[in-house]
C-alpha cells in the first residue's frame, strides 16, 4: 500500500459525510484500542487542578506607600533594577505594578520585602 501524504489524508477527510467520520473514528478506536474521548477528560481534569492551585502568575501591586516612603523606594529598586529615580516615580505613581507575570512564590518573597519596607501591598 502506498503510503499518503498529510494533505490527500485530509483531502479525503473533507469529502466524507458526518457519519463517515463517526464510523472512522470508531473504526480507528477499535483497531489501536484507543478513545477520542480522553484528551477532553484529561484537559478537564487539568483545568480544575490549576483553578485549585490558584493563578500559574501574578502581579505584585505597591496599593500605599506608608509613611517611611525612602525606604519603599530603596526596595522598589533593589526588586525591580531600577534607578533611583525611576524607582522613586514608579513608587509616587501608585497604586502601581512594581513586578508582573511572576511565581505566587516569588510574588509573596517582594511582597514580604515590601511590606517590611513598610509599603501596603496587593497580589493579583
Sequence with gaps: ???LTHEE???SLKEMTILELNDLVKAIEEEFGVTAAAPTVVAAAATEEVAQEGPAEVSVIVTNVGTSKVKVIKAVQAI???G???AKK???ATPAKIKENI???EA???KA???EAGAEVEVK
Aim: hydrophobic content about 55%; charged content about 15%.
Design 80 to 82: 525591580t533594577g531600577l
Design 84 to 86: 533611583l529615580m525611576d
Design 1 to 3: 500500500m502506498a503510503k
Design 90 to 92: 514608579l513608587v509616587d
Design 9 to 11: 489524508i485530509i483531502a
Design 108 to 110: 509573596e518573597s517582594i
Design 113 to 115: 520585602q515590601l511590606v
Design 103 to 105: 511565581s505566587p512564590s
